[in-house]
């Protein structure tokens, strides 16, 4: 059974930084892409950023670009998310995700495994 768990959430003040860290098991994920939605209270789950089954493509919704960055580290099937410059607009719980498709996709109707969530909170 495929399990993700999403770590490194937290209270942080505006223009502070966080890491966040996705740990996949139960299946092999190699070739497959990730990423990373937020939803805000309220509001709907939106797109952050995704990367591809090897590293080499990456993309950003324009409210975190320039600020987060999305990586993975091999063989540890881990994607992680640093989140530089924060403001309480990032206020929410991030999910990461995986999709069994090797190119990234930006909506979370292409993604087949879903996180639990962390909850990131942005003071002013």
């Known amino acids: 059974q495929v399990h993700l768990v999403e770590s490194g959430g937290g209270l942080v003040q505006a223009g502070g930084s966080l890491r966040l860290s996705c740990a996949v098991s139960?299946?092999?994920?190699?070739?497959?892409?990730m990423g990373w939605f937020r939803q805000a209270p309220g509001k709907e789950r939106e797109f952050v950023a995704t990367?591809?089954?090897?590293?080499?493509?990456?993309s950003y919704a324009d409210s975190v670009k320039g600020r987060f960055t999305i990586s993975r580290e091999f063989p540890k099937n881990t994607v992680y998310l640093q989140m530089n410059n924060l403001n309480p607009e990032d206020t929410g719980v991030y999910y990461c995700?995986?999709?069994?498709?090797?190119?990234?996709?930006?909506?979370?109707?292409?993604?087949?495994?879903w996180g639990q969530g962390t909850q990131v909170t942005v003071s002013s």
């Open positions: 990367i591809n089954w090897n590293g080499s493509r990456t």
């Open positions: 995700a995986v999709r069994r498709f090797t190119d990234y996709g930006r909506l979370a109707g292409e993604y087949d495994y």
């Open positions: 139960g299946g092999t994920f190699g070739s497959s892409a």
